[in-house]
């Protein structure tokens, strides 16, 4: 059977605008005192028509970008012309923590192997293995002596920066991995070592990566986004 036509189906939306207008305008001649509905109906129809007659507008974006344009990262050339060609890096506390650990554990290291660093540190927030955020990775197990993640924050000497522009360069790392930049460089390595050491957990973790003085691995226990 076809389908049934509903009173608006059949008479169509400008139709039943133009009736609602007409018993509007009967109703005022009928009772003055509700001339008001009058103009009412005459602003809403008039209203509806041009709404209806105007362009459609473009959808705007999802609540979420907040009306950003979103944009890719830039491309990353790991040299010091490129790095120095990058503007002058400020932040947050995360990105103190991040600058700190880049100028202490990585400051001589190639601007690919700060980057890869940097993504350790990144790599080990996303895993469910160590905190979630950027300055409890960095400090966890400092002021226990030999126990700490990153031995800069036990080794019983201040953290004083000396090397001005050293820090400069690793703070400017430091804000394009805190800014998303997807370097990819370690196959998600949670740990790494210099070639001088090795460390027994060395034997068990999945070596991923060598890049300048520093040896990579991975925990296959644990699973990262940028271990898949």
């Known amino acids: 059977m076809g389908r049934l036509a509903r009173p608006f189906d059949a008479l169509g939306v400008a139709a039943m605008k133009s009736l609602i207008l007409a018993a509007g305008v009967a109703v005022s001649v009928a009772a003055p005192d509700v001339a008001t509905a009058e103009t009412g109906f005459r602003r809403f129809f008039q209203r509806e028509t041009s709404t209806s007659d105007a362009a459609p507008k473009p959808q705007r974006r999802g609540f979420l970008f907040f009306g950003r344009k979103s944009s890719k990262p830039k491309p990353i050339d790991y040299t010091i012309a490129w790095l120095d060609a990058q503007p002058a890096a400020s932040g ?7 600058s700190q650990v880049l100028y202490f554990e990585a400051r001589g290291e190639t601007v690919m192997g700060q980057f890869a660093v940097a993504e350790v540190v990144m790599n080990r927030v996303a895993s469910a293995q160590f905190p979630n955020n950027v300055c409890d990775v960095v400090n966890q197990g400092t002021g226990r002596r030999n126990q700490c ?80």
Not at 92 to 97: H, L, R
Not at 154 to 162: I, M, P, R, S, T
Not at 181 to 199: I, M, Q, S
Request: hydrophobic letters at 35%; glycine letters at 6%.
């Open 92 to 98: 947050d506390a995360q990105f103190a923590c991040m």
């Open 149 to 228: 993640q990153f031995s800069y924050t036990c080794d019983g000497h201040a953290e004083v920066v000396v090397e001005h522009q050293a820090h400069e360069r690793v703070a400017k790392v430091a804000r394009a991995v805190l800014d998303g930049a997807g370097t990819e460089l370690t196959e998600g390595a949670t740990y790494y070592h210099t070639t001088a050491v090795r460390p027994r957990w060395s034997r068990i973790f999945t070596n991923t990566a060598r890049i300048g003085v520093h040896l990579f691995y991975r925990d296959e226990r644990y699973r990262t986004a940028s271990n898949d």
